[in-house]
């Protein structure tokens, strides 16, 4: 059966998103009051928290949005006046921004100072994600754990010892006895995928989590691979790989296909 909807018919019956009226090539970063819902009496306010200028390249990195989700999340979620009023904090699927969704009828203005105070927590953060360490210790009590990463070992130091100093793989930086950065050095191509290749071609399986592209290589080449909070896009092109949000979901999956 075919069903015809004609484009005259579509335009008057259906409701247009106010939010995608604005002329985005005009739209400079900044904190705008995206829509007002009602919930029964109550009244929902989405705030569109610009980050970069749309439609202009380049789009923020897939790492560096995950890390400021999760802290903006915890921050928020934590804040003595707005914690019971967070519905949701996440990135746009344009990469140029996140949506804040608070109970309350708000303008702009009024969650400006909780911004300033939102990035200035994240700009001096310093320790794990919230609940890495955790995860990371209740998962190495069960099993052997390789961090393998695209940063350099002087990045990377600081943070792993936070963790407990947990075995990673990754690149290293050189770096003149002036403390000036002169080169780095790649530790191998497709560094994760042919790790993993070496560790099951000396007789050990392999389970394998990511977030990102580069990260499908050996989550395909593994015994069983997880996405771990990975965006929208990547989840909808490889659907037969499975894909969790939190970390007990995590270890669920990891620890069902050990003894699968």
Do not use: W
């Not at 403390?179 to 530790?187: A, C, H, N, S, V």
């Not at 394998?208 to 592209?213: I, K, L, N, T």
């Amino acid at each position: 059966m075919n069903y015809h909807i004609k484009q005259e018919e579509t335009e008057e019956t259906m409701e247009k998103i106010k939010s995608f009226q604005i002329n985005h090539l005009l739209l400079n970063p900044g904190i705008y009051v995206s829509r007002k819902d009602k919930a029964g009496d109550s009244v929902i306010t989405t705030f569109d928290i610009r980050m970069t200028k749309p439609n202009f390249e380049p789009v923020m990195n897939t790492a560096e949005i995950h890390t400021i989700e999760h802290l903006a999340a915890t921050y928020l979620r934590n804040h003595e006046d707005y914690k019971d009023k967070v519905i949701y904090f996440g990135p746009m699927g344009c990469r140029t921004g996140f949506y804040l969704i608070l109970a309350g009828d708000y303008k702009s203005e009024d969650i400006v100072d909780l911004m300033i105070s939102m990035f200035e927590f994240i700009r001096h953060y310093h320790d794990p994600i919230p609940g890495a360490k955790e995860f990371l210790d209740k998962l190495r009590a069960q099993t052997q754990v390789i961090i393998l990463s695209d940063t350099f070992s002087q990045f990377a130091g600081p943070l792993m010892k936070k963790l407990g100093y947990p075995t990673i793989f990754c690149n290293s930086l050189v770096v003149g006895e002036n403390g000036e950065i002169t080169d780095f050095k790649m530790r191998c191509e497709k560094s994760k995928y042919t790790t993993v290749k070496a560790l099951q071609s000396i007789g050990y399986d392999t389970i394998a989590s990511g977030d990102s592209h580069n990260d499908l290589g050996m989550i395909q080449a593994s015994k069983a691979g997880f996405l771990f909070k990975s965006t929208d896009a990547i989840k909808a092109e490889y659907p037969e790989v499975p894909a969790y949000e939190t970390y007990d979901e995590l270890y669920d999956a990891i620890m069902n296909a050990i003894r699968a």
